[in-house]
Structures are given as C-alpha cells and as structure tokens.
C-alpha cells in the first residue's frame, strides 16, 4: 500500500521507458525491503526473471556479489533487487565502475540502502538518464491510515498511534502489534524519549513463555542466529523455538540466519541488560563460547568473518568500538601472498616506514611467504597494505641480524619465560600506506587476522605485536587486551618501535576470551567498561617507579592514596578494601613474600629494616643488619627490583595466574 511515485517511478523503468539503475535510500525500518518485494512482485507479473542480493548476508567481495548476480550479466530481460546495500557499501565504487558497465541494455538494477549514492555518480556524465535516485520518505496521512487497516488497528487507537509513530512504516507496525493486544494500554501513550522502550516492553511482555523471552533476547544480541547457536544457547526445544522467531514480526530471514530489526535490537539488549544483568552474562557467554569455537574450527578463507562475528558480541565495549570504526564494509579485500606481490610488498614497505623495513619484508617474504596477506581495495584492486604472522621456534644467526624487531621479541621471550620444546612464538608486522593507517578498515581486517592467528594457534608461547610510534589510542587499546608493551624499543633506521607482547602459556586463549567477558559484562549497568574506564594502565617502567616511590612512603596513607597504584588492576583486586591500605598491605605482603625464597631471604630482611620496620636513614639500617653499607645497597636495590617484578606478574596475570 502507498509508495505510488515510487512504484510509478519502477514501472516506467520495467517497460522501458526510464533508467536502468534505480537507487533507492532512506533510514533503517522505512519500507526499503518491503518496497522491493512489490518491485519484485511487479516484475515477476511483467514476466521479467528477477534474481536478489541481500547486503546483509552478503561476503562483501565482488566474487560473493557476482555470484549472487550472475543472472542479470546474461539475461537482459532481467531484473536485480539490490537490498541492505548500506553492509556492503564498499562495493559502490567496483559497482559502479566495473559490474553495472557490464549489464546488458534493457536490464534493470534496483539498489536500496540506508544512505544516498556517492556523488560521483552524478558527476560521471555517462549516468545522466541512466541512473533515478529516490529518497523514501515517511508514508503519506493515507498511506498510514491503510497500513493501520491491514493491521486492523480500531479507530479509538489510531489517534495515538500515529502521534507515537508518525508515517514510519517500522514504528506503525510494532505500534499496531500492541495496540491491537492492548488497547488500554494503548490509549495512555505519550510522544517522549522512552516510548519506543514501552512499546517493546509490552511485545516483550506478552510473549508466551521465558523460554520464548530467552530466545529473542539471544537473537538481539547475536549478529545472526541460527537453529545451531539458539541451541548452544538455549538447548531446550531450540527448533520450536527458531520456527517462532522467523515468524515475528520485527525478525527477518536471510541465508545466514535471523536477525531482528536494528531498533528492536538495541531495545532488546538494553532491557535485559537492565532487567536482569546476570542473566545477560550468562547468555553473553554461552553465545560467546560458540563462536569463539566457530573460530578455533573455520577455514582459513573463513577465520575473518568468524573473528567479525565473534567481536561483534563486543560492540559495546568503548575499546573494540574505537578500533573497529565505522566503514563500508566490502572496500577492502585480504589475500595470500603470491610471488608476484613481492615487488609490491616492498614499494608499499618503503613508503610506509622507509627502506630498512621494506628490507625486512622481502627478507621474511622469501623465508615465510605463507605469513603474508595482502590488502587490496575493492574497487581498483590496488595493493595498499601487508600483513605478516611470522611463526618461530628458533633462530638462526642470518636471522637474528637481518631483523631487529624479530630479535628483539626473541631476547625478550629467552630473558622472561624461554620456549619450551614443541612450542613457537609469533611477531605480527603490518606495512600500510599512509592514508590507512591508525583507525580504518583496513587495520580492522589485519586486527581479525592478528586475533584470528591468536586463537588459532597451537603450542604458541609469545605473541608480538610491533608497531612503528604508536599513538596513545593504540598503546590504551592493547594494554586493555592484555598485550603490555615491553621496555626495549628496537630501531629500524631512525624509526623506534614498540613491542605488545603476551604470554600465551599465562593467559591461554580461553582465559583471554574469558577476561574479554568479564569487562564487557561487568560495564553493562553503567555503561561500556565501566569498571575498567577509571583503571591506570602503566607501563613496567611506570609501574616499577610507582612501586619504588610507595616502598618509601609505605608509612603515609594519605601519600599512598594519591599512588597511581591504587588505579590499576592489582589493587582493583582487593575489592571492599579502601585503595591505600589495600596498597600498603600488598607493598608489605610482597616483602613478607620474600622469605619463602631461600635465595631472597636477605632481601626480606633489607626490606623489612627499611621499610616495615621505619628506619629513619639508610646508613642507620645498613648498621643495624651489620652490613657494609655497598652490601647493603645492592641488596636493597636486588630486593625492591624483585618485589617490582613479582607485583608487576600480578598486575598482568592476577593473583592466580593459573586460573
């Protein structure tokens, strides 16, 4: 019903009297989709072949869209609904440029998504009469008044139904839902901020059971759902239960599974969020536990969209939003190195971080070429980054010299906690033009292969993440997943980089998933990472400073108050503790610690005499334990570097890294 200027608009392009492509965009639950199901129904009638792409469930590649599109390549009496193109927006300019030159006359390509087309469209000369764009629009007074009769709204309920939801299609038909089931309830609606969140909690609440509840509450907060996760989730009656959901509403169907409507979406997750927080964890995990399997068991070709989809479980974490911006997904493309990549491999290297680097590349590049993804865009199929996952388990003179960064991560893994037999460490290097680097979507596709590798990964003792002058965000963005940046900072020419490492053996892949969890979930009532939003998180060199500076003034509350220390995870710990004393008692506890080492027995005792015990000089402490005061030194200084060390394991690993 409705949509007549639009429909007029369709048919004058189906009997051959208008343009070829027909670009439809207006805001999410608008009527786009039903829109182009009367497209469709309109030209099956017109006897065209009509064939579909859903953006939504789409690989956003042009091999996944040409596969998808094939019919309209070869048949030109065909007709191709485009729909959700706002997933795969980065196919606009290879759409544009390379598929739509190659549709035959008389074809006709109908494109629908959320925002208008890229103005180079009506800046290219040769689209003029070819491409209509049509904006969508809010129903018409009439139209609303029809759809409210399909959906046999009472006309004592109309009148605030259409206050609440004025001629947007999505809002009068979950509005007509209740109103229909509840007129009473109905008739007290008021047009404020919290409406929507009424209307969805009277849906919510009728729903036939809590088993019902649980599995739309799953559906909202997985990107798809399919029979096999609602299961993992909810076990009991899960096929009953997914024939339910494809038939609600405000759930579409897809190739890939269900998925609620984006506004319904959010409603869904903030009201179980608030409602009942522990019940959200729970689901949370169970979901997050599934996919994470889909990742350990993908296909290579596979692994970023399972990383994808696993994150996208994490998208209210303030950290993973930053890293992953909003882009058009689709505009760039990962594939294995081949031979013939080497070249550009090094042009891109050199101008990324100059020759040394691009040394570096070609020389791993000839010794791993199997670690090597190349990103290209999608529209021009230009190269304009490299990954590498170099896997090591020893190396070699050769090796050692050709590469500062790979050295530097081996020191540091021998130095720390040295491989053992059967086991690897990993370095992850990226060379990426200037234009890509920082926040884009190409740094999204390499931080889905980096945790992809990581997850994958048997027998992995290190991980390293060399990165050429991060910036704050970058070094706050890692740290807060764990991967901590080690002291030394290898060169490559004039240029410092910063290694992110993390022990594997510490924290395996599940206890990391598992930490990944419980920040999200512990920020739900107050917003993404609440718990974590206020937490130091120093660097060893600062928090070793912090820990020598609190070893002096151990006997002051009010100046270990004012501790950095008492911001980081290590005294977050200690919860129901106030922060200064909670420090005090760890700074006495690490000392007291020192005893059950025989080898560190007369560290205990320096410390102890300074520290615990207050003595007012050092020269008066070192006299007091009978020691020469050169002794005394340079046990107190082997000391103070030992409770820093051990502390510091704790600020990484908790208090009981086994766990």
Known sequence: ?????????????????????????????????????????????????????????????????????????????????????????????WLRERFLPRVPM??????AGRYPPDMRWQADPGWAGTLEVLPLRDLRAEDAQALMDS??????????????????????????????????????????????????????????????????????????????????????????????????????????????HDTVRELLEADLRWRDPEGYAVMHERIHAHLAEKVRTASDVDVLGAVAALLYLHRDDRMMADFQCSHDEGEFQEEALRQEDVGTLLRVATTAEG????????????RQPEAFRVYRRTETGEPVAFSAWLRLTELDEEELAADPIVAEAWAHARATTPLRAGEHLAVSRLW???????????????????????????????????????????????????????????????????????????????????????LLVAGSADGPSATTAGLAVLSEAEFAEAVRTALRQLSRLDALAASPL?????????????????????????????REDPRAVKFHRVLSVTFL????????????????FTTYRRHLTSGIKRVCADLWHRELYGANPAA
Request: proline share 6%.
């Open 1 to 93: 019903m409705g949509r007549e200027e639009e429909l007029a608009v369709f048919h004058a392009a189906l009997y051959g009297g208008g343009c070829s492509v027909l670009y439809v965009h207006g805001p999410g639950g608008i009527g786009k989709s039903a829109l182009l199901r009367r497209f469709a129904h309109e030209a099956t009638l017109a006897g065209r072949p009509v064939s579909t792409v859903d953006g939504r469930t789409l690989e956003p590649s042009p091999a996944a869209f040409e596969a998808e599109a094939e019919l309209v390549l070869r048949d030109a009496d065909a007709v191709l609904l485009v729909d959700g193109f706002e997933r795969i927006q980065g196919l606009e300019g």
């Open 106 to 111: 008389g074809a006709l390509v109908v494109i």
């Open 151 to 260: 959906c046999g709204v009472t006309a004592e309920l109309r009148e605030p139904l259409l206050a609440f939801a004025g001629g947007h299609p999505l809002a009068l038909l979950l509005g007509a839902a209740v109103a229909v089931k509840d007129g009473g309830a109905s008739r007290r609606w008021v047009p404020h901020q919290d409406v929507v969140a009424t209307l969805l909690d009277q849906l919510v609440g009728e729903l036939p059971s809590a088993a019902h509840r649980h599995a739309l509450e799953i559906c909202a907060h997985a990107y798809m759902t399919t029979e096999d996760l609602l299961r993992a989730a909810l076990p009991q009656d899960a096929g009953a239960l997914f024939g339910w959901l494809r038939r609600l509403p405000f759930v579409e169907s897809s190739s890939l599974g269900l998925f609620p």
């Open 355 to 366: 020759a040394v680097s691009a040394g570096c590349a070609a020389f791993w590049a000839e």
């Open 432 to 518: 990426a033009l200037p234009p890509y680097c920082g926040n884009s979507p190409v740094m999204d596709l390499i931080q889905w292969r980096v945790i992809g590798n990581c997850l994958r990964s048997e027998r992995m003792a290190w991980s390293y993440i060399a990165i050429r002058r991060p910036n704050h965000g970058w070094v706050e963005r890692l740290r807060h997943y764990g991967m901590r940046d080690i002291s030394a900072q290898p060169r490559l020419g004039d240029d410092a980089y910063t290694l992110f490492a993390h022990d594997w053996r510490a924290v395996p892949a599940q206890a990391w998933l598992e930490r990944m969890n419980r």
């Open 566 to 594: 008492t911001r980081t995870r290590l005294v977050a710990e200690r919860a129901g503790q106030d922060p200064a004393t909670a420090l005090g008692d760890l700074l006495r506890q690490a000392i007291e610690d020192l």
């Open 613 to 628: 015990r207050g003595t007012p000089t050092q020269e008066l402490a070192a006299e007091h334990l009978g020691l020469p």
